[in-house]
């Protein structure tokens, strides 16, 4: 496989900003190596960017400013906590949070599995960019995942009535690079991490709710997958089940 | 390490391209911040505060479309220590080091690029966030941030080229 010049013109920025998965980095870099067109517009980019990091374009705020956001912060503290008659203690971590905000110390980071894989499919949800493949086909998300992935996961269609096959992408989780299944069921978006069970036994500290997103998981063959969506969890194993089912009619 | 609160006043600052409406977008930002915070599902606290603060520039710069543009854009190039240089890249200060009017011109051509354009050039070179981050601040799909940071850095490279201002390095 190799990028002709067009395409290889069109992913030098993400290139560049290192945004490309190995495989595309590959085919650039060679196509790069052999173009002197391509050399050039890198070397040119690659200055315009050290140009950009290297200068003085960072505004320091004025130097009262600070105190008057901070001193803002305190009243809106007070009248957050009057409004939603929230606890006391919930009301006094709140103000701690957006401290840490401020200063700059990062909020404590979600480290397991759960959270991990909650906050992939929140931001896919907010990102709108849910999907690197969008199809509704099996036959075209399932080489497009295997392609860009160490392993060929499952991707069974799911004709049922209240369930469709959106797409898929590829995810970091842990990381390593996994497959995640875009579905619909219903109203709901469900998305179906999967990864084969060697790569990351298991999911110890799995539980559901984190969120408001619900968590359930299955064991298909040689992969595990684990099921993320904003639904009942009755509406979960029904889902969970029908996905499974389907795998195995492959 | 540089705290979220100087990130998120230096982005206001390149969408307003003013003090005062920088200090004001700053801090409704943080107060939004702390009325939504129900809304924060962990991960990166910055990409997500400075997803409030562009959001509540663009609201500003709409609200305030019809006033008459005063711009504080920077009148001289004297040296000006509240311009510094972030700690995000490894460049090697020796081999880029710019003169103050070198570093005033390319402020002032990035200040004249279009939103959208000087948008994605800060978001990605000076707060140096992954496209995907990029696209929950700015709302918009992968693709669309690839192909928009692409023209932003033409533009940008062919308005430095066409200005005065002497050699590049």
New interface residues.
Partial sequence: MAVNHDEAA?L???FL?G?LDAATTGLVQAHVRGCEQCTAALS??T????????????????PD??A??EA??RA??VR?RVRRRWPEAVAAG?AL??T?????R??P??LDLT?EL??AH??SV????AMDVASSDHHTVKPWLSAHLPFSPPVPAMYGNDDELLGGRVDVINRQPVAALVYRHGKHRVDVFVWPTASMPGTPSLRSGT?GYRLTEAVAGEFHAVFVADMSPAEMDRFRDAWRDATSLR | MVPHFERAYSLARWLCRSDADAADVTQEAFVRALQYFDSYRGGDPRAWLLRIVRNIALTWLETNRAAPSGHALDERSAPDERWIVGGSGAVDPETHALDDDQAFRLRQVLAALPLEQREVLVLRELEDLSYREIATITGRPIGTVMSRLSRARDELALRLKAGVGGEWP
Avoid at chain 1, 47 to 62: K, S
Avoid at chain 1, 100 to 104: A, M, P, S, W
Avoid at chain 1, 126 to 129: E, H
Wanted: charge should be neutral; charged fraction near 30%.
């Fill in positions: 069109a030098l920025d993400a900003d945004e040119d980019r200055r315009l960017q050290d140009l950009m990091r290297g200068a003085p374009l960072h505004r320091l705020p004025p400013l600070r008057r956001l803002g912060l809106e503290t957050v709140f949070a957006i840490g905000l401020l200063i700059g990062s909020l980071r979600p959270m909650a906050d929140a931001r907010l990102s709108q960019q969120d």
